[in-house]
């Protein structure tokens, strides 16, 4: 796939392992590296800020898309290459949905969460037919990768919806499925529930 941009979902929190914001920054570095524009939360804490200034500082090109009732300053960067403010936490996903090539998932909370399923969900549902990929860095995402698995087994997934999400462990990896991926899902199965 050809793809000029990337959408970042992850904490607004760096957590407790100091690892994961030094893999965000890595990943920052590398859209910028390879003239990818990075979009994310607009957020100036956490792994989100990781990231965006780790882009910024290489050249790179970051758009951060975040609701006006997060105060510039202390929650949002302010040294973005462009920032769109929106209304609800709704229409920020829309838009990142709409305006980024491909989807990362890096560790996160309840926010990321949402992010990821409600990028998952229009897949399943053929609004979009970008790569979705779940970064495992250091196995955080183990056991909901394991979750997905389940919803297999047990009937509440098809194959060609479960092959929707892929994942990578390193940043190669990460780069390479971007870069091989192939959306799996049944255009018959989307006529059927769109008549």
Known sequence: MKYQSLAL???????????????????????????LT???????????????????????????VAPDFFTKGKILATNLSEMIMVKTMSERKQLLEEMADAFVVFPGGFGTMDEFFEMVTDAQLGMHFKPIVIYNYNGYYDLLIQLLDKFLAEGFLHP??????????????????IDNYENTNDHTWLEKIKQ
Request: hydrophobic share 40%; aromatic share 10%; net charge negative.
């Open 9 to 35: 979902y992850c904490g607004s929190s760096v957590g407790n392992n100091p690892a994961y914001a030094e893999e965000a920054a890595r990943f920052g570095e590398l859209c910028a590296r390879k003239s």
């Open 160 to 177: 060609f919806h479960h092959r929707l999400v892929v994942h990578a462990d390193n940043l190669d990896d990460l780069f390479r499925v």
């Open 38 to 64: 990075l979009y994310y939360g607009g957020g100036s804490i956490g792994l989100m800020a990781a990231a965006a200034d780790a882009a910024l500082s290489h050249g790179g090109r970051v758009i951060g």
